[in-house]
Protein backbone atom coordinates (compact mmCIF):
# COMPACT_ATOMS: atom_id res chain seq x y z
CA UNK A 1 0.00 0.00 0.00
CA UNK A 2 0.99 3.67 -0.52
CA UNK A 3 1.50 6.29 2.16
CA UNK A 4 -0.22 9.48 1.74
CA UNK A 5 3.21 10.56 1.01
CA UNK A 6 3.80 8.40 -1.71
CA UNK A 7 0.39 9.33 -3.18
CA UNK A 8 1.70 13.03 -3.20
CA UNK A 9 4.70 12.28 -4.33
CA UNK A 10 3.98 10.41 -7.50
CA UNK A 11 0.78 11.70 -7.94
CA UNK A 12 -1.71 8.84 -7.35
CA UNK A 13 -4.43 10.50 -6.23
CA UNK A 14 -8.42 11.30 -7.03
CA UNK A 15 -8.21 14.92 -6.59
CA UNK A 16 -4.89 14.94 -8.92
CA UNK A 17 -6.91 12.53 -11.72
CA UNK A 18 -9.57 15.09 -11.27
CA UNK A 19 -7.36 18.33 -11.19
CA UNK A 20 -5.29 16.50 -14.89
CA UNK A 21 -8.94 15.92 -16.87
CA UNK A 22 -10.63 19.35 -16.01
CA UNK A 23 -7.20 21.29 -17.09
CA UNK A 24 -7.53 19.29 -20.03
CA UNK A 25 -10.93 20.52 -20.47
CA UNK A 26 -10.41 23.58 -19.76
CA UNK A 27 -7.17 24.39 -22.71
CA UNK A 28 -9.82 22.32 -25.49
CA UNK A 29 -7.80 19.20 -25.37
CA UNK A 30 -5.08 21.07 -27.12
CA UNK A 31 -1.43 21.81 -26.70
CA UNK A 32 -1.29 25.95 -25.58
CA UNK A 33 2.33 26.03 -26.73
CA UNK A 34 2.27 24.26 -29.92
CA UNK A 35 -1.99 24.13 -30.48
CA UNK A 36 -1.63 20.45 -31.10
CA UNK A 37 -4.41 17.87 -30.52
CA UNK A 38 -4.34 13.72 -30.86
CA UNK A 39 -1.44 13.90 -28.95
CA UNK A 40 0.06 12.61 -25.33
CA UNK A 41 -1.53 15.33 -23.45
CA UNK A 42 0.53 16.45 -20.12
CA UNK A 43 -1.19 18.71 -17.31
CA UNK A 44 1.39 21.03 -16.19
CA UNK A 45 1.66 23.22 -13.30
CA UNK A 46 2.02 26.87 -14.06
CA UNK A 47 3.65 26.93 -10.20
CA UNK A 48 5.91 24.23 -8.72
CA UNK A 49 3.85 21.24 -7.58
CA UNK A 50 6.69 20.61 -5.03
CA UNK A 51 6.41 24.27 -3.90
CA UNK A 52 2.90 25.20 -3.93
CA UNK A 53 0.77 22.42 -1.72
CA UNK A 54 -1.81 24.55 -2.00
CA UNK A 55 -2.43 25.16 -5.53
CA UNK A 56 -1.47 21.39 -6.51
CA UNK A 57 -4.96 20.42 -7.77
CA UNK A 58 -5.96 24.55 -8.34
CA UNK A 59 -7.78 24.29 -12.18
CA UNK A 60 -6.04 27.50 -12.96
CA UNK A 61 -2.63 26.33 -11.83
CA UNK A 62 -2.65 23.79 -14.69
CA UNK A 63 -1.62 24.44 -18.18
CA UNK A 64 -2.23 21.54 -21.01
CA UNK A 65 0.78 20.74 -23.25
CA UNK A 66 1.50 18.18 -25.05
CA UNK A 67 4.85 15.45 -24.22
CA UNK A 68 6.75 17.18 -26.80
CA UNK A 69 6.22 21.03 -25.73
CA UNK A 70 6.51 20.15 -21.70
CA UNK A 71 9.84 17.77 -22.41
CA UNK A 72 11.14 21.62 -24.22
CA UNK A 73 10.20 23.48 -20.89
CA UNK A 74 11.52 21.49 -18.48
CA UNK A 75 15.10 21.02 -20.42
CA UNK A 76 14.90 25.09 -21.06
CA UNK A 77 13.55 26.00 -17.47
CA UNK A 78 14.68 22.85 -15.17
CA UNK A 79 12.62 20.70 -13.13
CA UNK A 80 12.24 22.39 -10.07
CA UNK A 81 10.55 25.26 -8.60
CA UNK A 82 9.25 26.37 -12.43
CA UNK A 83 6.88 29.41 -12.17
CA UNK A 84 3.74 30.89 -14.00
CA UNK A 85 6.53 33.39 -15.67
CA UNK A 86 8.38 30.81 -16.72
CA UNK A 87 5.38 29.52 -18.62
CA UNK A 88 4.58 33.06 -20.02
CA UNK A 89 7.77 33.13 -21.37
CA UNK A 90 7.96 29.52 -22.82
CA UNK A 91 4.04 30.43 -24.39
CA UNK A 92 5.22 33.72 -25.87
CA UNK A 93 7.83 32.45 -27.58
CA UNK A 94 5.29 30.97 -29.95
CA UNK A 95 3.85 34.02 -30.49
CA UNK A 96 7.11 35.79 -31.34
CA UNK A 97 7.68 33.08 -34.05
CA UNK A 98 4.02 33.18 -34.91
CA UNK A 99 4.24 37.09 -35.99
CA UNK A 100 8.04 36.68 -37.26
CA UNK A 101 6.50 34.24 -39.95
CA UNK A 102 3.34 35.90 -40.53
CA UNK A 103 5.30 39.10 -41.46
Known amino acids: ??????RLLNRCYTEYDLWRKEVYKKDLYKCRKCGKTNL???AHHKESY???????TTITNG???CRSCHIMFHRIYGQ????SMQL???LGERNAVDTALQN
Do not use: K, W, Y
Not at 1 to 6: A, C, F, I, N, Y
Not at 80 to 83: R, W, Y
Open 1 to 6: LLTEED
Open 63 to 65: VTL
Open 50 to 56: ASNPHLR
Open 80 to 83: DNNT
Open 40 to 42: QLH
Open 88 to 90: ENF
